[in-house]
């Protein structure tokens, strides 16, 4: 899957609220095989696997989301 | 002088991503997760959330993130509130060293580091310990990487980026 942010090429660019929801999706699915709203849902499960504190970190990023 | 936020935010995104170029092809991103602070994560451009990085034949992998608060009255004064860098293997999903930065939990330093073996090959009593460090710069992360993880650097310059990013760093640090 290819995921794209702020295609105008901005260097350095602020990730809009949906684009930081799909940051942290296609980091999920790219670690875990699962959505970003599937492990937001049961993150407990994965606290043994080696990415859990990673993606934990970016867990801010979806913040926003439900606004 | 910085006169906002963003250029602020803007330049130490910059520097941010100055020193992840010295070894992957990074882009850095940022997004306010709070009235003034803001989470940094980075990516590599082959659209991998994992930054790539080149031993010899082999990939190892870095994650690098973190989470920043800007003092707007203090000439936005940029303060690290925490950071994640880890360094992957080239075998999937195993750990090679992990550096935190982050408020107390439990009895755990603030700044610390973890060795992992997540194959568990080599029992070592150490692995996945907190070892307490103090808080460890980006740069010395990517030093560390092509000192002494052989990793190759992509850019000849990379000695001086990293000590003039870090010199910004210490100049503007307040620990």
């Known amino acids: 899957m290819t995921t794209a942010f702020n295609t105008q090429h901005e260097e350095n660019p602020q990730l809009t609220t949906k684009e930081a929801f799909e940051f942290f999706d296609a980091a999920v699915r790219e670690r875990l095989h ?7 849902q049961r993150r407990e499960e994965f606290k043994s696997n080696p990415h859990y504190e990673t993606l934990m970190f970016m867990v801010p990023l979806t913040v926003h989301a439900a606004d | 002088m910085l006169r ?20 992957a092809n990074a882009e850095v991103y940022s997004y306010p997760s709070g009235p003034d602070t803001y989470v940094l994560v980075s990516r590599d451009r082959s659209n991998s959330s994992q930054l790539k990085l080149k031993r010899g034949r082999h990939t190892l992998y870095l994650d690098a993130h973190q989470i920043i608060q800007i003092f707007d009255a203090d000439n936005f004064r940029i303060s690290t509130v925490k950071y994640i860098y880890v360094l992957w293997d080239f075998r999937p999903n195993e750990r090679v060293i992990d550096w935190h930065y982050h ?14 073996d997540d194959a568990q090959r080599t029992g070592h009593p150490l692995v996945s310990r907190h070892i307490p460090t103090g808080r460890v710069p980006l740069e010395d992360v990517v030093r560390f990487a092509i000192d002494e993880m052989n990793i190759g650097s992509r850019d000849s310059n990379w000695k001086n980026i990293l000590l003039q990013t870090e010199a910004i760093f210490r100049a503007n640090r307040t620990w």
């Open chain 1, 34 to 40: 699962i959505s970003g709203q599937e492990f937001l």
């Open chain 2, 4 to 23: 906002t936020r963003q250029q602020a935010l803007t330049q130490y995104q910059q520097q941010l991503s100055l020193i992840l170029n010295c070894v």
């Open chain 2, 103 to 116: 408020r107390r939990q439990k009895n755990s330093f603030e700044a610390h580091l973890h060795i992992r």
